[in-house]
């Protein structure tokens, strides 16, 4: 059974609620239910990718190396300004993001674009104006994302309220509200 197949299979037997998280150790993504972990490879993130107009998706994207570059302001509001330009240009429909200081969690609904696209855009431009800022030139961002397309009976809001405790989780904040790189249309 191809990797994907794994995966959505996993999905689908745990709750529409279940925790899961991705994490990155040297090349390759991990990504845990629970306490049980799947490597992946750039390639098998690619494996079985569809970009469907109109469905709900949940990605998942790390910086190089996961330095945390976001931990700097002015970077991060360059990813938070494309984020914005994406909704407002009707590209997709953002839902909920966090961005934490190596990685960014987002939740939207997909247009008439490519999802591919989308998320090539996102890095391409905020890739070149994070390295005008920081007077660089070196890579942004890991050459793969992660992306999960939401089925019928997932709750959209409790992903929703999983991408935004991000920040909680991780020990940054003891408030969502003190957390400034986040964002959600329900609130």
Not at 1 to 29: K, W
Not at 70 to 78: M, T
Not at 151 to 165: F, G, N, Q
Request: net charge positive; glycine share 4%; charged share 20%.
């Amino acid at each position: 059974m191809p990797l994907t197949n794994i995966i959505d299979e996993s999905l689908r037997l745990l709750s529409a609620n279940a925790p899961y998280r991705t994490c990155v150790s040297g090349l390759t993504m991990w990504v845990c239910f629970y306490n049980c972990c799947i490597p992946m490879s750039y390639n098998d993130l690619r494996k079985g990718r569809i970009s469907l107009p109109h469905h709900i998706y949940f990605v998942t994207t790390v910086v190089h190396g996961r330095v945390p570059e976001f931990a700097d302001l002015l970077a991060a509001r360059v990813v938070v300004r494309e984020l914005r330009r994406l909704h407002e240009t009707g590209t997709v429909i953002s839902m909920a993001w966090v961005l934490m200081p190596d990685h960014l969690h987002w939740l939207f609904q997909l247009n008439d674009a490519n999802l591919s696209a989308v998320i090539k855009a996102l890095k391409g431009r905020t890739a070149k104006a994070v390295n005008q800022v920081k007077q660089r030139r070196s890579p942004l961002w890991q050459k793969a994302f992660y992306d999960h397309a939401l089925r019928r009976d997932e709750d959209v809001r409790e992903i929703a309220r999983y991408i935004v405790a991000n920040p909680l989780r991780a020990g940054l904040v003891s408030k969502i509200g003190d957390y400034p790189h986040w964002d959600a249309i329900w609130l």
